[in-house]
């Protein structure tokens, strides 16, 4: 069974920095490895909306931003601990919401984890 649990969530100043933690279990380093992985967030009252994603194209990763985060957010990927990363830097009170780690295997099943609160107070 593959289960996705995600860390780092914290309650941070506008302007703040932190970093949030995914890690998958119940499947190999080579099967995480090749599959797309993502944040998303979903807001009080709002949508769950993208934040951020990371596909695999050829040999390399290939990171896609939603507009509000990008040149702020960096998703990031470590295969060998089957954990996927968002560090999130100059913090806005419109990042607060909860943040959610995918994966999707094969382009047929997805999974989410159970979310982590983030709290940006200005």
């Known amino acids: 069974q593959v289960q996705l649990v995600e860390s780092g969530g914290a309650s941070a100043q506008a302007g703040g920095s932190l970093r949030l933690s995914c890690v998958a279990s119940?499947?190999?380093?080579?099967?995480?490895?090749?599959?797309?992985v993502g944040w998303y967030r979903q807001a009080p009252g709002k949508q769950r909306t993208l934040v951020a994603t990371?596909?695999?194209?050829?040999?390399?990763?290939?990171?896609d931003y939603g507009d509000s985060v990008k040149g702020r957010f960096n998703i990031s990927r470590d295969n060998a601990k089957n954990t996927v990363y968002l560090e999130m830097n100059s913090l806005k009170p419109e990042d607060t919401g909860v943040y959610y780690c995918?994966?999707?295997?094969?382009?047929?099943?997805?999974?989410w984890g159970q979310g982590t609160q983030v709290i940006v107070s200005s």
């Open positions: 995918k994966l999707v295997l094969n382009r047929l099943v997805t999974f």
């Open positions: 990371m596909t695999k194209v050829g040999m390399s990763d290939y990171a």
């Open positions: 119940g499947v190999s380093n080579g099967i995480f490895s090749i599959n797309p």
